[in-house]
Every structure is written in C-alpha cells, then in structure tokens.
C-alpha cells in the first residue's frame, strides 16, 4: 500500500503540469471530493486529468485528498494505483 501512494505522490510531483492555476483548483477539488465519497474511478481520472496528491485544504485542517479519504473512514482510497 506505502508503495503504490509513494509512486503515485512521486509521479503526480514529477509530472509537469500545464494546466492553469484555476483547471489545476478545478483538479483538485475533484480529487478531494472523491477521496472522500471512496470514488476511486474519479479519483484516477482526476489524477490523470493533472489533480495533485500534494496540496492541501487550510480549511480541512491542512488535510490533503488521501488524509481525507482515511479519516472520513474510506481507507479503500490510498490503495488505488495510477
């Protein structure tokens, strides 16, 4: 499991993105949003669409997507391999 979220983390901070700064908020609201209904479909096409493991909600706590997901309970989500 470490495995596949460090490779993912990894991948997503190497990826050059080219998306602009209000597709790359768009991005990662997706991603959040379906870290924390354990939508893992969503949550790859969000990831391949350029949303980042890597940021963080102040709001939330300072959580990001795969925090989210475990203390919402879906545990499920760190699992899913890019």
Do not use: H, W, Y
């Not at 391949?48 to 959580?63: C, I, M, N, S, T």
């Amino acid at each position: 499991m470490m495995r596949a979220v460090a490779a993912a983390v990894l991948l997503g901070t190497l990826a050059v993105s080219a998306l602009t700064a209000e597709e790359q908020g768009v991005q990662n609201v997706r991603i959040f949003k379906a870290a924390l209904e354990d939508d893992i479909v969503t949550i790859q096409a969000a990831f391949k669409d350029g949303a980042q493991l890597d940021f963080v909600v102040e709001q939330r706590g300072g959580q990001g997507p795969l925090m989210a997901a475990c203390l919402s309970g879906e545990c499920g989500v760190p699992r899913v391999e890019g």
